[in-house]
C-alpha cells in the first residue's frame, strides 16, 4: 500500500466543512461495536472540522477519511506488533491525528487509552510525573504524542520503559494491509482515566457494549434531529469530550467543529463564532466556567447583536462540575439580545465509571432549581438562634434510557424522595472494572450497581445533585459543604468563580479546622489585611468557627484536566508549601 496515511490533506481551493444533512439514514449508534459504528458513518457525508484559534476552518475530516486513515493505522500497529488487548496510550489533542490514532487501535484490537495535554499549572517535571503515573497503571506497549512535545512524552516513556511515538512517524509509515481482529460487544474498547486521576489513577475500562448503550442512550435523551451540529472546545482527554463530543457524534453520524481547548482558553467568544456561523441547529456542551467566562468577557465587547447569532443553539448543554444558576442566568443576561434562550440549557449529570451520562434534562425544560436549607444539605440539626440560609440545587434531569438511579442511605437502603443520600446507578453503560484494580472495583462496585461517590436526592424521577462525599469538610461532628463556603466569598467584590478553593486542615493541638485560599489582586497592604479580615467574617458567618484565610497570587490554584478546581491538590499543594501564601503585615 503506497502514501496510505493522508493526514496531510491536499487544501488547493477553499475548505468546505461537512454538512449537517446526509442521504444516509441515521442510526442511533445501534452498532454492536464502535468499528461498526466507524463503517457505517463512513458511507455518508459528515465528518469532524477543525479550526484555528481564531476559528477559521483548518481541517475538515470527513467520517470516510478517518475510517481510510484508522485502518491503515491499524495495520501500521500491528506490523509493530501490537495485539489484541495491548493498552496503546495517546496524547489527546484535538485534531486528526489522535482521531485516526484511537481509531486505529480500536481496529487493531487494541485499547486506546487517551492522556492529557501538558497545562499552564505545574510545569515539566509535574506533567512527566503525572504521565509516568498513568502509563504505570496503563501498562501500554506504545505512547504516541504530538511531535511538539515529544522531549516530554519521551521522557515518560523511558521512565515507564515503554516504546515511544509522534504523530509524524505514524504519517510517514506505511505497512500492508491485514487481517484484524474481530471485536465482540464485551471486549475493552479503551482505558478512561478521570481527569484528576494522578497520584492514584483509576483507568475506567469501558467495553463496546457499555459505550454504544451510554451513545445510544443520551442521543435519545437529547431527542437528536436531523439538522443538529456539535460544536466543542472540550479536550479529548476527558469524558464528557470524548465521549459527547468525539465518540458520540461517528456513532450517531453527526458533523462536529473543534476548537482546542487552549485557543478556547485564550479566545473564548470564538466558540460562540462557531455557534453563530452554523446554519443548523447546535448541540454545545461546557461546564459552568466556560458559560461564567463568557459573559464576563462580552462585557467588554461590542453589542452582542453586532456578532452573535445563538438562536439557533437548540442545546446549550451543562455538566462536569457543580452547576451554577448564578452564572447561568448571568450567561442568559449577557446573550439574550444575540437570541440565546434560556430554555436551551440542558443541565445533565454523568462520570467515566458510568461511561458519561447517567442523567439529562428533557430538552427545553431548562435550568430548574430548589431552594434547600444549608443545614438539611449537611446533615446537621438546624440552629434556631440564626436565620435559615439556603442553597439553590440544580435539577439535573431523568435518568438516561436504560440507567437505572438510586439514592441510598448510610445502612445501603433506598432513601424516598427529597431525601439527601449517595447517588447510586446501574445500567449496561456502567463500566467493567478499573483496569487491573480489583480493589477500588470492589470498592464502588456492588451486585452491578456502581457507587458514584457523589450526593444528592431525587424528585418525582429528577436526580438533584449536592456535592462530591470526599469534599465534605467534617468539623466537630458537623458537615460543611466546601461549595457553601466557596460560593460564600465570590459574593464579595473583586472575585471571580474559581478564586477559592476551601477545605479543611489539622492544627497543632490535632483539631480540624476550615481552610480558604483564596487569589487576590490587591496590592495595598492595609486592603489585603481588610480584605483577609472579610473573608475570614464570611466564613464564620457560614461554619460558625475561626478559620484559616490565606491570599495567594492569582491562578495558582490548581485545576483538573478538564479546568476543574482540584481542591486535593490544593490542599496537598499549601500543605507542602508548593503555594506559597501574600506574606501580610503585622
Not at 493522508?6 to 442521504?23: H, I, S, Y
Not at 460544536?231 to 470524548?242: A, E, K, R, V
Not at 447546535?282 to 459552568?288: A, K
Request: proline share 6%; aromatic share 8%; charged share 25%.
Amino acid at each position: 500500500m503506497t502514501d496510505t496515511l493522508k493526514l496531510v490533506p491536499n487544501t488547493a481551493g477553499p475548505l468546505v466543512a461537512t454538512p449537517n444533512g446526509d442521504t444516509l439514514p441515521r442510526r442511533m449508534a445501534d452498532f454492536a461495536t464502535f468499528g461498526e459504528a466507524l463503517d457505517y458513518a463512513a458511507r455518508g457525508k459528515r465528518g469532524f472540522n477543525f479550526h484555528d484559534p481564531r476559528g477559521a476552518l483548518q481541517r475538515v475530516y470527513p467520517y470516510s477519511e478517518l475510517r481510510e486513515d484508522a485502518l491503515a493505522i491499524a495495520y501500521a500497529l500491528i506490523a509493530r506488533g501490537v495485539r489484541k488487548d495491548d493498552r496503546i496510550a495517546l496524547i489527546a489533542e484535538t485534531g486528526a491525528d489522535f482521531a485516526a490514532l484511537f481509531c486505529g487501535a480500536i481496529y487493531a484490537g487494541a485499547w486506546p487509552v487517551p492522556l492529557p495535554l501538558p497545562t499552564s499549572f505545574g510545569g515539566r517535571d509535574n506533567y512527566i510525573e503525572q504521565l509516568s503515573v498513568q502509563l504505570a497503571s496503563s501498562d501500554p506497549v506504545l505512547l504516541v504524542g504530538p511531535d511538539e512535545i515529544a522531549a516530554l512524552t519521551t521522557a515518560a516513556a523511558e521512565r515507564q520503559g515503554c516504546k515511544h511515538a509522534t504523530w509524524a512517524d505514524f504519517a510517514a509509515r506505511d505497512a500492508a494491509p491485514c487481517d484484524l481482529p474481530e471485536a465482540q460487544p464485551d471486549d475493552i474498547c479503551y482505558l478512561q482515566y478521570s481527569s484528576g486521576s494522578t497520584r492514584f489513577p483509576h483507568g475506567v475500562a469501558v467495553t463496546h457494549r457499555s459505550l454504544l448503550s451510554n451513545l445510544a442512550s443520551h442521543s435519545h435523551g437529547m431527542q437528536l434531529e436531523d439538522g443538529d451540529r456539535c460544536i466543542s472546545w472540550l479536550p479529548w482527554y476527558h469524558d464528557m469530550g470524548l465521549v459527547g463530543c468525539f465518540l458520540s457524534l461517528i456513532a450517531n453520524q453527526v458533523s462536529g467543529d473543534y476548537l482546542r481547548t487552549e485557543d478556547f482558553a485564550r479566545r473564548p467568544l470564538a466558540w460562540l463564532d462557531l455557534i453563530t456561523r452554523n446554519e443548523g441547529t447546535s448541540i454545545s456542551y461546557s461546564p459552568t466556567f466556560g458559560y461564567d467566562i463568557c459573559a464576563r468577557r462580552i462585557s467588554s465587547q461590542s453589542p452582542v447583536t453586532d456578532r452573535f447569532d445563538l438562536s439557533r443553539w437548540r442545546l446549550a448543554g451543562n455538566g462536569a462540575d457543580m452547576i451554577r444558576p448564578d452564572v447561568m442566568q448571568n450567561f442568559v443576561n449577557a446573550f439574550a439580545d444575540a437570541g440565546f434562550k434560556a430554555s436551551a440549557f440542558l443541565p445533565s449529570y454523568g462520570l467515566a465509571e458510568a461511561t458519561l451520562a447517567v442523567t439529562i434534562m428533557p430538552p427545553g425544560e431548562g435550568i430548574r432549581v430548589e431552594l434547600v436549607e444549608e443545614e438539611r444539605l449537611s446533615g446537621r440539626p438546624r440552629d434556631l438562634s440564626r436565620p435559615a440560609r439556603y442553597r439553590a440545587i440544580v435539577n439535573c434531569g431523568k435518568p438516561v434510557r436504560d440507567m437505572t438511579v438510586e439514592i441510598r442511605g448510610e445502612n445501603g437502603k433506598r432513601l424516598k424522595d427529597h431525601q439527601i443520600g449517595k447517588v447510586w446507578c446501574q445500567g449496561q453503560s456502567v463500566m467493567h472494572s478499573y483496569f487491573r484494580d480489583p480493589e477500588a472495583t470492589a470498592e464502588c462496585m456492588v451486585d452491578g450497581w456502581l457507587d458514584t461517590g457523589d450526593m444528592g436526592y431525587m424528585v418525582d424521577g429528577y436526580l438533584f445533585i449536592v456535592g462530591r462525599a470526599k469534599d465534605m469538610i467534617i468539623i466537630n461532628g458537623k458537615n460543611h459543604w466546601p461549595q457553601d463556603i466557596e460560593w460564600a466569598v465570590e459574593q464579595l467584590p473583586g472575585f471571580n468563580h474559581g478564586d477559592i478553593a476551601a477545605f479543611s486542615i489539622e492544627m497543632d493541638n490535632g483539631e480540624e479546622t476550615p481552610a480558604v485560599l483564596v487569589h487576590c489582586r490587591v496590592s495595598d497592604p492595609d486592603k489585603r489585611l481588610a480584605l483577609r479580615d472579610q473573608i475570614r467574617d464570611k466564613v464564620r458567618s457560614i461554619t460558625g468557627m475561626n478559620c484559616v484565610v490565606e491570599l495567594i497570587p492569582p491562578k495558582s490554584l490548581p485545576r483538573t484536566s478538564s479546568g476543574k478546581l482540584s481542591r486535593a491538590k490544593a490542599k496537598k499543594l499549601y500543605l507542602s508549601g508548593e503555594i506559597e501564601p501574600i506574606k501580610l503585615a503585622a
